[in-house]
């Protein structure tokens, strides 16, 4: 009887063992993600995704900047369970153009008091709109817009604009849409935006 207990308890073990190396790769991938969006450079301009597979981890997404998309891949890296690093996050096309519809965009979408629960702390302060208005002038990499954390995140490339992130409703993912699309400049806008609690 007492040597059947062992058994039973090592077959329970195996069992279980593997749920535990199911668990291993969304830890892994939740601390490279993580490490990723603590980088200083991210921005509401950029968006990173990942998948975690055997020890690779793949980044996709959209970088504004090289030094940004570098700084990703350098962060995941610090992940422990990651053993290589895949970087495919695409380099967005740097241009003036798209840099002032980046600002328009901000500024039509956590301006607006519908959704300004979005942006890092609230409401966008005086200060805040003024730097914005005065950005034009020092380039966006002169002024800090867009750092943190973002609910909503504005990607544009040649004109065209695809929100990604996560709201809390439906009403405010098409009015993120409709403030965006009415923009002067704008060739095209992909909704891309998740609402929560919905597939």
């Known amino acids: 009887m007492t040597r059947s207990i062992p058994v039973v308890l090592a077959g329970l073990l195996a069992l279980c063992m593997p749920a535990l ?50 700084q990703a891949e350098e962060a995941a890296r610090k992940s422990s369970a990651v053993d290589e690093v895949v970087n495919q996050i695409e380099l967005l096309p740097a241009g003036q153009g798209d840099d002032n519809l980046r600002i328009r965009a901000y ?65 405010d993912r098409m009015m993120a849409e409709g403030n965006v699309r009415t923009l002067p400049g704008v060739l095209g806008v992909q909704n891309q935006l998740r609402v929560a609690g919905q597939k």
């Open 107 to 171: 500024t039509a979408i956590y301006g607006s008091a519908g959704l300004e629960r979005y942006a890092p702390g609230g409401q966008l302060t005086s200060a805040a709109l003024d730097e914005l208005a005065n950005s034009g002038r020092f380039g966006l990499d002169g002024a800090d817009i867009g750092r943190g954390p973002h609910g909503i995140h504005i990607i544009v490339n040649a004109a065209r604009v695809l929100l990604l992130g996560d709201v809390k409703t439906r009403s």
């Open 21 to 70: 190396d199911a668990q291993q790769p969304d830890r892994a991938l939740v601390e490279a993600m993580r490490n990723v969006y603590r980088v200083t450079s991210y921005t509401a301009f950029d968006w990173v995704s990942a998948n975690y597979l055997k020890g690779t981890l793949t980044l996709a997404g959209f970088a504004r900047t090289q030094r940004f998309k570098q």
